[in-house]
């Protein structure tokens, strides 16, 4: 099947998504903002560009998945049995700003979304970005940190907006001041930060967290270096190292104890948590890239296959949130 098929089929599943969200009316009832609210907050902080209200830069690979022996074990969905998928994969810059400078510091954290496409042409996404951990424990919270940066222009009297909130929310100082720099695109760890719920062929069931491994070896640099690097440093990187051969990613499911946190994204699991390995990412080659197929490729972290459920209430609202952001930059 080729690309723009694929693509085609992404943006029905997407739909249907939407649909059955807007039908089941299943919002997280313990926050105030809808998905709307989110989306416009986005638009708050990163402006309005008809473009994805964030990540909105990205570059799009093809490749395949071959999954582990382990994945079924604690899952039956259908991509991580025994048979190979096919894969899109978009590696993008933070913030809303479709021409963001790739040394600009607040194009971190780098974003990794990737649609699995099964041999039966159905698809799943996960979508993750290169920070273990999110500023915030909730949505309503990711909304008040956007108004924040928002009401901080250059202009805004000191202490800012954002002065105050991160004065308050130690973990988003934390997250906005700790991004690691990376060399390439190819050489940083994603996390999917969000907790889903695995069930496997048994009825067994384990909570877990996505973790996807550069197989390149992680390599930063420092704020020094990335100030003298040019504006699109690394997607010029990641084309150049593409054609001289595959990009590889290990895919982990970290696994909850007890006593760790499900629904607050913004607390990383312990390192010392067992990871199943998944499978293997194996990118082989750049698309078009056309701003037309940049467009028409929609990811849903709500696109997921029987053995996985959405666990952490942020999902829910991600899950209708993007839709609105993609029809907005249809
Ligand atoms: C309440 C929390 C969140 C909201 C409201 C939100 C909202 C959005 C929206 C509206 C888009 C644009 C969708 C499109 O136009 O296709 C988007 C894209 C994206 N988000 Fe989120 N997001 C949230 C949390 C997260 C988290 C936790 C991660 C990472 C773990 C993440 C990573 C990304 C990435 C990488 C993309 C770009 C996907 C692509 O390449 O198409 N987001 N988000």
């Known amino acids: 099947m080729n690309v723009k098929k694929i693509i085609n089929l992404s943006i029905m599943t997407a739909s249907i998504i939407a649909g ?16 709307g609210d989110l989306v416009n907050a ?3 902080a990163f402006g309005k560009h008809e473009a994805r209200a964030v990540h909105a830069k990205g570059i799009i690979f093809e490749g ?4 582990n022996k382990d994945a079924a074990k604690i899952t039956k969905a259908a991509h991580l049995q025994s048979q190979s998928s096919k894969v899109l994969l978009r590696f993008s ?3 809303g700003i479709p021409n963001i400078p790739d040394n600009n510091p607040a194009a971190n954290p780098r974003g990794l979304g990737i649609k699995f496409i ?3 042409n159905t698809t799943t996404d996960i979508i993750s970005h290169s920070f273990n951990g999110f500023p915030t424990a909730t949505s309503d919270e990711f ?4 108004m924040a940066i928002a009401g901080s222009g250059p202009d805004a009297a000191k202490p800012t907006a954002l002065d105050k909130f991160l004065a308050t929310h130690p973990i988003a100082k934390t997250f906005l001041t700790t991004q690691h720099i990376t060399s390439s695109f190819a050489t940083i760890n994603y996390y999917g930060v969000n907790s889903f719920k695995f069930t496997n062929k048994k009825g067994a069931s384990h909570f877990i967290r996505y973790q996807f491994i550069t197989e390149a070896g992680e390599k930063y640099i420092t704020p020094e270096e990335s100030e003298k690097e040019n504006a699109d440093y690394l997607f010029a990187e990641i084309k150049k190292r ?3 051969g595959p990009v590889k990613f290990k895919l982990y499911a970290q696994v909850a104890e007890d006593g760790d946190k499900i629904e607050d994204p913004s607390i990383a699991w312990p390192d010392s948590r067992t990871r199943v390995l998944l499978g293997e990412i194996m990118l082989t080659k750049l698309t078009d890239n056309t701003t037309e197929e940049d467009k028409k490729f929609v990811l849903n972290p709500g696109n997921i296959p029987g053995g996985i459920e959405m666990a952490d209430p ?9 839709p609105i952001s993609v029809k907005e930059r249809q």
């Open 242 to 244: 593409i054609a001289q």
């Open 42 to 44: 986005l638009h708050s």
């Open 118 to 120: 099964m041999p039966d």
């Open 64 to 67: 395949t998945f071959v999954p």
């Open 20 to 35: 059955s969200y807007l039908h089941a009316n299943a919002q997280d009832s313990t926050q105030k903002s809808s998905p």
């Open 314 to 322: 942020m999902l829910e609202l991600r899950a209708k949130a993007y």
């Open 93 to 95: 810059d933070f913030t």
């Open 143 to 146: 909304r008040e940190l956007l």
